[in-house]
């Protein structure tokens, strides 16, 4: 079995998690309810958010509380963070520091980057990920 093939599990809904690249950055997004999984490496939530600066697209209405609040990657309960301002609650895992963004949490953060004046967008940062984007799509194909 091939563990990259293994399918994860949205901690929120129970749907499957699809992985997308987004400038760069590797998230597990789920196509259900429009949540994502953030790896601890791939770096703080805020700034992930903003960068993939869309959510995952949600296919379908669900009640939100379907799914078993376990990290994808670990198994083990995740537990909830409150981040930002104004306030949102994310979901983050004790053991591998990865964090479940919801619809709702992302829409939280990323307006509130935009009250922000675009001071993520750092020319040489932006130059460097889209390098390093080249490289991920080179690879891959
Ligand atoms: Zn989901
Ligand atoms: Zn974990």
Redesign the pocket.
């Known amino acids: 079995m091939n563990y990259r093939n293994a399918v994860l599990r ?1 901690p ?4 499957q ?1 699809e992985e997308q690249i987004r400038r760069a950055l590797r998230i597990e997004a ?1 196509s ?4 994502m999984f953030i790896d601890w490496l791939d770096g703080e939530v805020r700034e992930v958010v903003n960068r993939v600066a869309t959510p995952p697209a949600a296919s379908e209405q ?1 009640d939100g509380d379907a ?1 078993d609040g376990a990290c994808p990657r670990c198994g083990i309960a995740l537990h909830s963070e409150s981040i930002g301002d104004p306030t949102a609650d994310i979901l983050r895992c004790g053991s591998c520091a990865g964090a479940f963004v919801s619809l709702s949490a992302f829409r939280l953060l990323r307006s509130a980057e935009d009250e922000n004046d675009g001071s993520a967008d750092d020319p040489i940062l932006t130059r460097v990920l889209d390098a390093l984007e080249r490289i991920v799509t080179f690879r891959r194909s």
Not at 12 to 15: E, K, R, S
Request: with cysteine.
């Open positions: 949205c929120g809904c129970g749907g998690l789920c259900a309810c429009g949540g669900h799914g």
